[in-house]
C-alpha cells in the first residue's frame, strides 16, 4: 500500500493511494490504531510521508560509493544522525546554508526504512518485521562543513535545515518485500547522474537494523537512510558538481517513486 501524508483542512491528515490515483482517509496513527477507510478524498499538501522521531544515516554503504570516495569498506556500519529540524517535504526547497555558509552542498538518493513498532536487540532474521514501510530520500550534504570544517564529524555537515526531504509516499513492506533489489537514481537538472540498485549495499537493510537495535530502542517513527550509490556530485571528474540556486533534484527508487525539490538560496 502507498500511504501519503497531505495538509488536510483540519491538519496533517493520512491517505491510501489507489490504483486508479484516488485517495481514500485513513484515520487514527499510522504506528498505533488506525483504520482504512471508504472515504474518497481529495489530498491537500503533499507533506513528508511521516514526522521523524529520530533520523539515523548510514553512511559509506555502497560498495561503489565507498570506491569513488577513496574510502576503506567498513567493517560495521557508520552511524551518523540528522536532526528532525531536516526534514523536508516533497516539491519544497532544499536550502543553500547562508549564515553558516557552504559552498559545497551535495545530493544523494538513499532508500529511507521507517521502523513501524518498538524496536531492540532484533536479529537479522526478523528485522523487517519492524519495518512499516519504506520511501525516498535526499541526504543532501554540505561536504565543506563534513569534511573540513566539523571537527572531524560529519554531522554538522549533514544537519541544517531542509536537508532530509522524504518522499512522496511510504510504501509498506507488502509492495516492497525484498528492499535490497530496487533501482535507484539521482536526476539533476533533468539529467540521470546516480543509477544503480539497492543490491549494491554493504550492509543491507536487515544488517543494519540488527546492528542500530542493539542495546538501543529503535522507537517508531524513527527513519533510517542507508546509503547512497555512486555518482555523487563531489566525486564528479573533472570537476565537482554542488547544488545552487535554481537546480531541481529528483530522488527516483522503484516501486515508490519520485522526490523532487528545488534549490533556493536561505533567505
Known amino acids: 500500500m502507498k500511504i501519503i501524508r497531505h495538509l488536510s483542512p483540519n491538519g496533517p491528515a493520512y491517505a491510501a493511494l489507489q490504483p486508479d490515483g484516488s485517495a481514500l482517509e485513513i484515520t487514527g ?15 491537500g499538501k503533499l507533506l513528508a510521508p511521516i514526522q521523524p522521531t529520530q533520523i ?28 528532525i529540524n531536516a526534514l523536508q517535504n ?16 551535495d545530493y544523494e538518493c538513499e532508500l529511507a526504512v521507517v521502523i513501524g513498532k518498538p524496536c531492540k536487540n532484533v536479529s537479522r532474521e526478523n528485522a523487517l518485521d519492524y519495518v512499516l514501510g519504506y520511501t525516498c530520500a535526499n541526504d543532501v550534504s554540505a ?24 518522499g512522496p509516499c511510504l510504501v509498506t513492506t507488502d509492495e516492497i518485500t525484498n528492499p535490497n533489489d530496487l533501482k535507484i537514481a539521482t536526476i539533476l537538472n533533468g539529467q540521470r547522474v546516480q543509477d544503480w540498485t539497492t543490491s549494491d549495499m554493504i550492509f543491507d537493510i536487515p544488517a543494519i537494523i540488527e546492528y542500530l537495535s542493539g542495546s538501543t530502542t529503535l522507537v517508531p517513527g ?10 555523487v556530485g563531489m566525486a564528479a ?8 540556486e535554481g537546480d531541481s533534484v529528483s530522488i527516483e527508487i522503484e ?10 538560496n536561505e533567505a
Open 143 to 166: 561536504r565543506d562543513h563534513q569534511i573540513k570544517l566539523g571537527g572531524g564529524q560529519w554531522c554538522r555537515g549533514k544537519f541544517f535545515d531542509t536537508f532530509a526531504p522524504l
Open 29 to 43: 496513527d499510522v504506528f498505533g490504531d488506525h483504520q482504512f477507510t471508504d472515504t474518497v478524498i481529495q489530498p
Open 222 to 231: 524513527t527513519v533510517i537512510l542507508t546509503g547512497t550509490p555512486q555518482g
Open 237 to 244: 571528474k573533472p570537476n565537482p558538481v554542488w547544488l545552487k
Open 90 to 105: 516533497p516539491g519544497d526547497p532544499i536550502e543553500i546554508p547562508t549564515k553558516l555558509a557552504s559552498d559545497e552542498v
Open 56 to 83: 539515523l544515516c548510514i553512511g559509506l554503504n555502497y560498495a561503489k560509493h565507498a570506491a569513488e570516495s577513496g574510502a576503506k569498506v567498513p567493517e560495521r556500519p557508520v552511524l551518523f544522525v540528522k536532526g
Open 255 to 264: 516501486k515508490i517513486g519520485t522526490l523532487t525539490n528545488p534549490v533556493v
